[in-house]
């Protein structure tokens, strides 16, 4: 089978730095994906790693390990508008999306 | 925006009727996708389009759902017979000729389907 295993919720000080790890077992791996989704929103681009290594893109970095099955995705500086659900999801073959089931982002003041 | 485009953006229907859903992807994207999501859980992959040709479907898509992308640009999905398990965001997606990584999927807003 297939998964994708992401924690439900995370919560963080705005302005902080937060983690959000993802593993997988997936049969067929082509890539690890992070997209960002507001409630009722479409689920919007954010990242993709398709080798080992930390890409950085402003204040979104994301990391992926295929040996270890692991991503995860940092969030510099935290702004209260970065509270959304963000999920990770394996590419396949088609370049269709495998998807985790979210991780919920409660950012405090 | 992401320029993307579904319709309608919420329907409601009773148990048995059919429901038909449009996708305008962006113009020159020949790669469509349909996905399916319920509350609290990550988009479930439905079907897949290369230009005009169906090129890959989920088991979760029973023969009560069939999809079409007749020219090549806009895309259908109809289910028939609705039943209440068929309620959920369905979310099309699209992406241009793929080279690289770098894989990013537009999608659309969505159509909430509420079977009642």
């Known amino acids: 089978g297939q998964s994708l295993e992401q924690p439900s919720e995370v919560t963080a000080v705005e302005g902080a730095i937060v983690q959000i790890n993802c593993t997988y077992q997936t049969s067929g791996f082509y890539g690890l994906s992070w997209y960002q989704q507001h409630d009722g929103g479409a689920p919007t681009f954010l990242s993709y790693?398709?080798l080992d290594g930390l890409e950085e893109t402003g204040r979104f970095s994301s990391f992926l390990s295929r040996s270890d099955s692991y991503g995860y995705l940092l969030l510099q500086e935290l702004q209260m508008k970065d509270s959304a659900s963000y999920f990770c999801a394996v590419r396949g073959r088609n370049y269709q999306l495998i998807w985790g089931a979210g991780t919920k982002l409660i950012i405090k003041p | 925006d992401t320029g993307v485009s579904q319709d309608p953006r919420h329907k409601i229907t009773k148990r048995g009727q059919n429901v038909t859903f449009r996708c305008d992807p962006i113009?020159?994207?020949?790669?469509l996708y349909w996905y399916r999501q319920t509350l609290g859980q990550g988009p479930e992959f439905l079907t897949y389009f290369q230009n005009e040709a169906q090129l890959e479907k989920s088991r979760l898509l029973s023969d009560r759902f069939s999809a079409e992308r007749p020219k090549g640009s806009f895309s259908t999905l109809e289910i028939q017979r609705t039943e209440q398990g068929d309620s959920a965001m369905y979310l099309c997606?699209?992406?241009?000729?793929?080279?690289?990584?770098?894989?990013?999927?537009?999608f659309g807003q969505g159509t909430r389907l509420t079977v009642v």
């Open positions: 113009s020159e994207h020949n790669r």
């Open positions: 790693n398709g």
């Open positions: 997606a699209s992406i241009s000729q793929a080279g690289t990584g770098g894989t990013e999927a537009f």
